[in-house]
């Protein structure tokens, strides 16, 4: 019993020792903390409600508020740190050490990111576009910092890494999409009768836009046959279903008035064009 209590009584003399020694730097210690919070909380907040002022991005305001926030709370620390008099050179030493291996291992990640930002300062697409971009095609419905996200007219989500989009040849139809058929039309009917006919069937339709305005004429001819192009608009997130509709529309109209469309013309084989 005896050594139990001089064990406690040398652990709160120590204790003593510590309050008296460190009390002031502790203290000092927490009130830096607490203020390194409050600082970059109000400068994180500060920075997102002036960059959307500005009309900057959501996503890369979010990003500029936490690093602000990042480094701030970062200075504090180092800042408390030095009340009990350590050193944080090696501190800052190892984090340069873990900051290269990680950047090594989360090499990908970071060029998504950067690809990100990219995208958020050069704007080639935005939410609502449609775009074809390493072999998919989809409607842009979100873009984020690491990834852009697409959804298909089959309503299948997929998830383009920043990088892609960005080192990619992309094509970028916005809101809309061509529209292209040729048809075949027996050279014994007026090819003015069969555009007005396609031109009125297109104005019925309410989806197909006006600016571009659909074009309608005479592509090329074949043996026997007038080859008729036919190029319109309409929302690249029904694209399949605008033009069946629109070849169904224009089958029945042309067909209604006794025009016949012609199957395209075979060459002789071993012959060319």
């Known amino acids: 019993m005896e050594q139990e209590a001089a064990y ?5 003399n120590s204790l003593i020792n510590f309050g008296v020694d460190y009390g002031m730097q502790v203290i000092g210690a927490i009130l830096i903390l607490i203020v390194g919070a409050v600082v970059a909380n109000w400068v994180s907040k500060s920075a997102v409600k002036y960059l959307e002022r500005k009309d900057i991005d959501i996503t890369f305001s979010h990003f500029i508020a936490n690093a602000l926030k990042a480094m701030i709370l970062f200075c504090f620390v180092i800042i408390a ?9 090696p501190f800052i030493a190892a984090i340069g050490a873990i900051g290269l291996g990680a950047g090594f291992a989360v090499q990908g990640l970071l060029s998504n990111y950067a690809a990100g930002l990219a995208i958020i300062f050069t704007r080639p697409f935005k939410i609502g576009d449609t775009i074809v971009v390493y072999g998919y095609t989809g409607q842009i419905v979100d873009i984020k910092l690491a990834a852009t996200l697409l959804i298909t007219e089959d309503k299948v989500l997929i998830t383009i890494p920043n990088r892609y989009a960005v080192g990619e040849v992309l094509q970028n139809t916005f809101e809309y999409k061509m529209v292209e058929t040729l048809l075949h039309v027996d050279q014994q009917h007026s090819p003015e009768q069969v555009v007005a006919l396609i031109n009125q069937c297109l104005s019925d339709n309410g989806n197909i836009i006006d600016d571009p305005q659909a074009q ?5 001819f074949e043996e026997g046959n007038i080859c008729i192009g036919i190029r319109c ?3 690249t997130k029904s694209y399949y279903q605008e033009k069946f509709t629109i070849n169904m529309a224009v089958y029945n109209t042309l067909r209604a008035h006794g025009i016949h469309i012609a199957a395209p013309k075979r060459l002789p084989e071993g012959t060319s064009e």
């Open 8 to 12: 406690i009584g040398e652990a709160y």
């Open 233 to 235: 608009w309409v929302p």
């Open 216 to 220: 309608v004429g005479i592509e090329a």
């Open 81 to 89: 740190l030095g009340k009990f008099g350590i050193s944080v050179t």
